[in-house]
Structure formats: C-alpha cells, structure tokens
C-alpha cells in the first residue's frame, strides 16, 4: 500500500491509542527515560524496509511514552505545567490530520480568521486598543525574540543612536529575555528589584543618565520563579514617557487576565507595544502555543514582512489580508492557535476564568498546608499561582533527594529552585485536577 494512502489498520491502532491517551484519569507522571533501555528499543527501526505498524507503535506505547514525564499530569508542580482540555487536543489532531497552516491569509484566511478572534480576545482583556494584533508562535522565548526585534528596530527610527541599544530588564525577567538580546544585538540594563518586582521608581533610578540609549522596557506579568507581576501601571507609564517600547512578558502569568479577581493589577498592560501569553502554559492549549500582541501591528509588520518575487503575491493592498508570517521571525507556520480558539468556543470564557480561579485558590490553600506542619516555612504569599517554601534544616542535596524520590513513588514532580541565593521548594499550580490531597501527600514526605 502506498504511504499516501490510509491504512485502515494503522488508523485504528493510532485512533486507539489517542482515545485511551485522552481518557487517562489521572494521567501518570512517568518516569526520566534510561538511554541504553531507549536505545535498544529503538535500536534497527529505521532502515531501508519499513516495520509493521503495531510494533512501531509498541516501541512508543511501552517504552517511549513512559520516559517522558507527563506534564499534564495534575501532579506535575514543577516548571510550569501544562493542562490542555481535551476539546483542545481533540482540535490539534484535526489541525494535524488537515495540515492547517496558517501563514498567509491568501492560504488560510479561514484558520487565520479564527485565530485572530482569539488574538482579539486577549487584546480586549488586556486593555490594548482596537488596532491591536499579532500572531500565535512556537513559546514565549519566539514571542520575545519577535517582539524585541521590532522594538530594536523602532529605537532606531526614534533616533536611539547606540551601535548597541540597551533594554531595561529586571533581574527576575525569563531567562529567554536575555537570549534575546544577545541574539537581537542588544544589551540588558538590569534594575535590581528589592522586592523582586520591578517598580517605576527602580526602573527611572537605574535607567537615569542612559535615557538616550533606551530602545525598550521590559515588565514580566508573572514571573516564573515567584508568579510576581510588576509594577505594570507605573512601568509603563514611565516607559511611555521616555518613548521606549514597552514589552509585557506574560507568558506564564498573562493568562490571569481572565480571572476577574486578579486583572485590575493587570491594568498597565493597557500601555504595552507588544504583550506575550503562553497559551500552551496556564490557558489548557496544548503545546506549542504563544500569543504575541501588539498594540500597533504595522510596526511589526514593517520589520518581519519576507519579501522575495514568490512572495509579492501574498502582499495585496487588500484591507482584509492579514498575514500572521508578517509578526514574528518566521514563515511557515502550523495554525496553532486553533486548538485554543475550539476549546473557547466550546466551553465560553468563563470556564477558563474558572480554571483559572480554581489555580489561585489551591495556591492559598497550598499556604495554609504548609502553615500546618511545623517543618515547612512559607517564603512569600503568592500572588499568582507560584508557591515558594522551606523544610528547616535542609541542604540543596536534602531537596534534590527528595525531588527524585517523590518521582520515584509517583507522588508528584516538584523540583527545587534558588530562590534569594537559596535552594528552596516551589510549586506551580495550573491544572484543575490538582487536589489538596496531593499536595498534602507532597508536604507530608517532606517530614521529619
Ligand atoms: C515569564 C516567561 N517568559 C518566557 C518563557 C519562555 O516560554 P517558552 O518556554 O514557551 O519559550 C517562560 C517559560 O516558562 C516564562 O515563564
């Protein structure tokens, strides 16, 4: 049979198996993989003949699936997790199995239509205009990449005359932020941050004297150590006032803008050139899902648009075109912000305000666990759903020991981080079916 034909066979096995996937209740975390166990398994399955479909399948199903530690799993605390629903992932086979692409709106005006909804969407709850618009890309580190770019470039218009620009971070800002200014020829203008967040006042003293040579501000709505917001409002407005490009990165905690209760701090995204939120991460979209919004779109344009003669026919004067490869450093690209505009439409927003929700309340609840066992200190009260803590007497060994064996007994994955110079425990709530047993569990083998 031809490899472009279906194979009926091979259908129902992998039917079969995303069915089951889909129906795990609770998905088990699993295990890091062994690579000489991987290696053997995979040991001759490529080769010049093809291998039947139900062994192929076998090798994944038994031996690599397992190796992967499951990050929906509700037990999986660390980093920050994902939770996809299952409308979402239903969606992302269909986007698969139609090599939905949504590059350009001559291609896919359909899928691009629809993910723009969603793009509106967000830029509605963020405050940004009705201009506002942007494209979904591959994780908060493209989103930054693509934003930071544009905010070079426009320094430059704006007569920023620095050979290399500097952009105002704090030191809490993500890890990708300063990979982006390597690779955008940048450099970061760290602001010391006494509290962990960035304020107006610590952003105005440490860029003083340096305002000419400011091509951007960058605040972090939610932070992935602590879950902190900065201080939007006053950032912005300072940003605004110098007239450098103001970059919001919210790729973990940007999806709180759907919670009624924490958006008013949220406010002074209303000021950002350009806004990132991860769906993939708390917006239960599978993977790889980032949303990148900017306030003027035609900035952004102006500086990713690829041109080259097979190419001119994708750019009309047509007031309707909207082509998503003109937002970021790419071109072809999955319509990966479908699965999240299905799983909106079919369950409304405010199941996703609820999810949300339901995420900052099991942080508190997660506080007042913690306050119940005498060898447990809290470090901070989460602002989003981040939760920082201490076992007393305890070394980094002592916590990196502890970490393995939970994954060990299945009990959960909760990896240590440094928090002010200190190896110290930290959860990340995103998933729904988290409970406050499981966490008990956690900080119970935490005991004396
Ligand atoms: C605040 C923040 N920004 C950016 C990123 C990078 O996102 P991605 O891993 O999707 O590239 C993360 C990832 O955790 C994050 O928490």
Request: proline fraction near 5%.
């Amino acid at each position: 049979m031809s490899m472009f034909e279906l194979d009926e066979r091979m259908a129902d096995l992998v039917m079969a198996y995303c069915r089951e996937r889909l129906a795990l209740d609770p998905v088990p975390l699993d295990y890091p993989g062994v690579k000489a166990e991987l290696d053997a398994a995979l040991d001759g399955l490529l080769a010049p003949g093809g291998q039947d479909v139900e062994r192929v399948l076998s090798v994944f199903a038994e031996k690599l699936a397992p190796a992967v530690i499951s990050c929906d799993s509700p037990r999986f605390l660390s980093f920050i997790p994902a939770a996809p629903t299952k409308a979402a992932l239903l969606f992302d086979m269909v986007v698969s199995c139609s090599s939905l692409q949504g590059t350009s709106w001559l291609e896919a005006a359909g899928a691009v239509s629809a993910e723009n909804q969603v793009i509106r969407l967000i830029a509605d709850l963020a405050g940004l205009p009705p201009g506002a618009g942007g494209v979904f890309v591959s994780g908060g580190s493209a989103a930054n990449l693509s934003a930071l770019v544009v905010a070079r470039d426009m320094s430059h218009r704006r007569g920023v005359g620095a050979a290399r620009p500097k952009v105002a971070v704090s030191d809490q800002a993500h890890a990708s932020v300063s990979k982006a200014l390597h690779v955008a020829g940048m450099d970061a203008l760290v602001v010391p941050t006494g509290g962990n967040r960035l304020t107006g006042e610590a952003l105005r003293r440490a860029v003083a004297g340096q305002e000419d040579q400011l091509a951007a501000v960058v605040a972090t709505a939610g932070t992935t150590n602590a879950g902190i917001v900065d201080d939007l409002e006053a950032v912005g407005s300072y940003a605004r006032e110098l007239g450098a490009w103001f970059h919001v990165d919210g790729a973990y905690g940007g999806a709180a803008v759907f919670s009624d209760r924490v958006r008013p701090r949220y406010r002074g995204l209303r000021h950002a050139d350009s806004f990132v939120v991860d769906p993939h991460k708390w917006l239960f979209a599978p993977f790889d899902c980032a949303a990148l919004v900017y306030r003027d779109p035609g900035k952004a344009k102006a500086v990713h648009t690829q041109d080259a003669g097979y190419l001119d026919v994708l750019h009309t004067d047509a007031p309707e075109e909207w082509n998503p490869s003109d937002y970021a450093y790419h071109l072809t690209r999955r319509a990966r912000g479908l699965p999240l505009w299905f799983s909106l439409a079919v369950h409304g927003t405010d199941a996703y305000r609820d999810a949300i929700d339901a995420a900052l309340d099991l942080a508190v609840t997660a506080t007042e666990l913690i306050g119940r066992r005498p060898y447990l200190e809290l470090l901070r009260e989460p602002e989003l759903s981040v939760v920082l803590f201490r076992r007393t007497g305890w070394s980094a060994d002592d916590y990196h020991k502890w970490s393995m064996q939970l994954l060990v007994d299945q009990v959960g994955f909760v990896t240590p981080t440094v928090w002010l110079g200190e190896t110290v425990a930290r959860f990340c709530f995103l998933h729904p079916n988290t409970t406050s047993e499981m966490v008990g569990d956690i900080l119970d083998s935490m005991g004396p």
